[in-house]
DNA sequence: ACCTGAACACCGTTCAAGT
DNA sequence: ACCTGAACACCGTTCAAGT
C-alpha cells in the first residue's frame, strides 16, 4: 500500500460565500504580510487578523500552513516575466528572464526560501517552465537535450542570489564598507589565506552592489556561452546528441 | 551612529570547565539532530536534553539560535571536499568539487536551508573559498576575472540541488513515476502545454534521479565550457579583460 | 457551509535564583 | 563561572460549538 500521489493543485476549491474569506483574498493577504514582515514572522494567526477572522478560519480554505505557502509560492513565479520566446532571439530571452528572476527574488526576499521549500507545481509555475523550454527549442536544442539544458539558467540565477540574500539579511542594515569585511575575514583566518585577501582588496569592486552585479552578469555570460557551444553544430557537441 | 559590524567568529569564546557543555559539543548534538531529524523539528530544548542539559543551559555558549546555526553551517562546509588545485586540472578540480558538494547537500538537507539564511564566514567557509579561488586561478583567470568567475561554480550546483530538495521533501516518500507527475501537470494546467508534456513524457529519462543527475553534468559542462572559453587565449576573451 | 474560541503541544528567549 | 526552572510571548493545529 503505497502513499497516494496528490497535490494542492488537484484539490476541490471551497465555494466561498458572497461575503466572507476567500482562498485569493488569504494568498493575497499572505504575500502582502511577505513583503512587509519577511517569512519568519508570517503566521497564521497574523494573516487571520488582517483578514478579519480568526485565525482558525483560514483551516476552512488551506488544510494547513505549507499548503498556502505553496499556493503563495505560485505567486512568486507569476511575478517573474519572461518575454515570449518568438519575440527575440535565444540569448536576449535568458538573459532578460535571468536579469527579471534576480529582480524578483531581490524584491521578494521570500521567494527563494520557499522555493527551497515546497515543490512548484502550480500553473505559473508550469507556465514560466513552458516559456522557458520554448526558449530553449528556439535556441536550437533538440530531443533530450531540450530537457537537459531547460533548468540551466534559472539554477545559475537561483544559486546566485540565495546566498547573497543571506548576507544582507544579516548585514544588510549595517554600514559596511569592503575593507572591514575583509579585516573580519582576516580576523576569523588568522594569515590563512593573503592571496584571497589580496584580491578582494584589489580586484573586487568596492561597492559591494556593482560586484554582485558584475559576478552575476560574467557567469551568466559563460553560461550561456557554454549553451551555445553544445548546440546541434557548435563545437561542444556530443557524438549523437 | 551606525551599527557596529561584528560576527559570531570574533566573539571571545567562552572557557569550559572539564565536565559540562562545551560548545563544540554543542554544534556536534545539533547536527546530529539535523541529519535525523531536520532543520523544523530542531530546538533548543531537544539539543539540550540531547546533552542532560536544560535548553537555556545552551545561552551560555551561543547568543541565540541563529548564532549556533552559523557555527552549524560552517560544519557542513567543513564537509565538502575540494582537490588540492595544484594537483589535478582546473577542470577536474571543479568538477570533483561540483559533484561532492551536490552530494553533500543530499546527505546533508539542512545545508541549502542555512546556505540561503546565514552568512557563510567561517574558517571552514573561507578555506572552500580559497581552494576554489586558487582553481580558477590555476584556470588562467587575471585581475577581476578571478573573483568574477570564483563562485560560478558553486551557484550553480546550489541552484539546481535547492529546488530538488523541495521537491523529495514533499514527495520523496510517494510512490511515483513518470507518467503519474506529467498526469498531474496536466490536470494543474488543462491542456496548456502539450509540448512541455510531450517531451517530459517522451524525452525525460524514466527515473528520476537519472534525469536529475543527467541535467547536473550537462549544466556543469555548459558553464564549465563557457568559463573555458573566456579564458585569455580563449576566443570569448573581453577587450581588456 | 462557514466561522469561532478554547485548548494542546509546542517554540525561542529572559531572568532571577541556585551552586 | 556555569547551570537551572519558571515564566513570557509567541507558534500551528484540532475540535466542539456556534450560526
Partial sequence: MTKQ?????????????????????????????????????????KIGAKLDAGATSLYWYVANKDELLEWVLDEFW????VPEP???????????FAYNFRDTLRAHRWGAS????????????????DRLRRAY???????IDIYLASGTVMSYVLGVVTPELAWEKTYGSVDINR??????????????YPELMADYREVSPANPDVARAMAFDFGLLC????????LPGGSGERPGG
Same sequence: chains 1, 2.
Avoid: C, Y
Fill in 78 to 81: 507569476g511575478m517573474v516575466e
Fill in 86 to 96: 518568438d519575440e527575440a532571439p535565444w540569448r536576449e530571452v535568458l538573459t532578460t
Fill in 223 to 230: 553560461l550561456l556561452d557554454g549553451l551555445e557551444h553544445r
Fill in 179 to 192: 575593507e572591514e569585511i575583509v579585516q573580519m575575514m582576516e580576523e576569523v583566518t588568522g594569515e590563512g
Fill in 137 to 143: 527549442v528556439r535556441a536550437g536544442f533538440h530531443g
Fill in 5 to 45: 500521489f496528490t497535490s494542492v493543485w488537484l484539490r476541490e476549491p471551497r465555494q466561498p460565500k458572497a461575503s466572507g474569506l476567500r482562498l485569493d483574498h488569504i494568498i493575497g493577504a499572505a504575500v502582502e504580510l511577505l513583503d512587509a514582515e519577511g517569512l519568519e514572522s508570517l503566521s497564521m494567526r
Fill in 114 to 129: 520557499l522555493i527551497g521549500q515546497l515543490p512548484s507545481m502550480g500553473p505559473n509555475a508550469l507556465r514560466l517552465t
